[in-house]
């Protein structure tokens, strides 16, 4: 699979998305956590509790304090399970990214970055928080079964399979648009560690992705990601930026199986283990650049494991993978 062929000059960044906490009239700010549930989804790890009435107000600092991985628990985010109504009546413009399907909907994923920064979505978080909902016996859901699910992104279904969840993620977009498709790429990145400035293409999980392609393992061994890549457009909101390597194509029960390795810089976080929009964007990408014929399903090898992502023709992706809970966790 290769990447776009041009590299366009020098860059910059905009920083991490500034996304203040939701306001509130009712909540209370925190002034002691409840009991907290570590868990991580192939490395990408969160800490989750329980607000099944938005009591709270998860404000950034309190956040950001509790996800230090020196003076806190540490993890890349935090998840409030909370009950849609209830959030609904704290944050009613919601309503009209959840839309009709917010009957269907008892539980809402509210998700923080790191940083205390509110994100649209986590496809790895998402599977983690539902795994969640039925360790604390909040929710009941058989092998094979799905549950409606709030995010900031909508109403997403996922599936028990097993010891995996799978995630309808909903549909990709490319904010370049057919331009950017066709040319393989409509920004531009820079790396550290990565010699000159990469062609990259903007995709929406509805989170914002860039994604650049390198040619070998040294080279995605060599990016330094403890800074955050520098993009031209500069993004409004910040954006995360991916760096897959192709791996091939292989076949399995009859289905091509296209594979990535993939290294990512989270908005708000840094260089997380995973990132499950992230590994949608990288797989939607890497279609793009293969062309005719590449293949529907990716197995996208990230530094905390493997998650595979299903590409229909319509638009809609699904992503496939592990959800583990670590520890239960009693705060001082």
Known sequence: MPGPA??????????????????????????????????????????????????????????????????????????????TQALLAVEPGLADVLGADAARAEWFMDYRNADGSVAEMCGNGIRVYVRYLVDQGLVALPDGAALAVGTRAGVLDVRAEGDLVAVAMGRWGAPGGDGALAAGFDAEVSVAGVEGARPGLSITMPNPHVVIAVASDA??????????????????????????????????????????????????????????????????????????????????????????????????????????????????
């Open 6 to 83: 041009t590299n366009p000059g020098p860059a910059s960044y905009a920083g991490p998305a500034s996304n203040p906490a939701p306001a509130s009239s009712s909540a209370e700010p925190v002034r002691r956590w409840p009991d907290l549930v570590k868990g991580h989804g192939t490395g990408n790890d969160f800490v989750l509790l329980t607000d099944a009435d938005a009591a709270l107000d998860l404000d950034p600092v309190a956040v950001a304090s509790l996800t230090d991985r020196h003076r806190g628990l540490g993890a890349d985010g935090l998840i409030r399970a909370v009950r």
């Open 219 to 332: 080279e995605l061994a060599a990016a330094d990601l403890a800074r955050p890549p520098a993009v031209v457009p500069v993004p409004s909101q910040g954006t995360n930026v991916e760096i897959v390597q192709a791996l091939g194509e292989r076949v399995e029960a009859g289905t091509v199986v296209g594979e990535i390795r993939m290294r990512v810089h989270e908005r708000g976080v840094g260089e997380t283990l995973s990132c499950g929009t992230g590994a949608c964007a990288a797989a939607v990408a890497a279609r793009v650049w293969a062309g005719p014929g590449a293949p529907d399903v990716w197995d996208v090898h990230v530094p905390g494991g493997t998650v595979r992502v299903v590409l229909a023709p319509d638009g809609e992706v699904e992503l496939i993978g592990p959800a583990v809970l670590v520890a239960d966790v009693r705060p001082r």
